[in-house]
């Protein structure tokens, strides 16, 4: 039986494992990389079959996960150039652009995907982008594929470096840190803290989800004019919370955009 093979043993292979298994995704999976002790973590954890040879990895593989680092895809694609190569593959590098991967192995017709970690606990969030010349079936398969881990969502490829910096697990755990760090300052508990902050973030945001309440609608409800709330918010806007936001997103952009020329 054709398998999925991940080239690429590292943090996200292992979340995007995770949940697969979690939601019982019981197809071939295959996993290849140059580090045996990640190999054997893998296999003992998930089951995986796994292969330090990427000839063999790749042998019957139906798919490729490209799932190495950025300044990795290069060398990892033109040594691929020598073996029987897939028709499917899905790049996990961020910044690196459809029409360079089709550059470097014009015989796969490429799909971008950025999975979150969360999709270890299959309440994950994955941006699809396909080429073109993308067969249908094979992106109905792609997005099921995913979709066993959380959310699916196509952006265009125009945005998807914006999608990259925006989506992110770390702004809310960031946020968490701030917030609960600021309370434990003026005088909360530690435990105490992160409770409150976790709940301020967490679940209001759930509500926002569930109520399907508008975004304004919500802060005014949330901020009374003249209360506490209300002057926390306006003080933190006015220390330059939102540009400094912003700026962090620009920094990425620039980041994941420079990905393409390393």
Known sequence: MKSTVFLGGGRITSALLAGLRLAGYDQPLVVHDRN???????KRRYGVEVQGNVEKAVADADR??????????????????????????ISLAAGIPLSLLKRLAPSICWARAMPSPV??????????????????????????????????LEVPENQFDVFTVAYSSSHGYHALSALAQAAQDLGLDRGIAMTAAAHALADGIQYFRDSKSGLPELLQ?????????????????SAGYGKAVK?????GLARARSNSRT
Do not use: N, Y
């Open 36 to 42: 045996p002790q990640k190999l054997r973590h893998l």
């Open 64 to 89: 490729l996960i490209v799932a190495v680092r950025p300044d990795a895809v290069r060398e990892l694609l033109r040594e691929l150039q020598a073996f029987k190569m897939p028709a499917i593959g």
């Open 119 to 152: 999709c270890r606990s299959c309440h994950g969030l994955t941006g699809l982008v396909f080429e073109p010349a993308f067969p249908q079936r094979q992106r109905r398969a792609i997005k099921q594929f995913f979709g066993k881990t959380g959310a699916v």
């Open 221 to 237: 409800e949330a901020t009374t004019p003249g209360g506490i709330a209300g002057t926390v918010m306006a003080a933190m806007e």
């Open 247 to 251: 700026r962090g997103l620009q920094a």
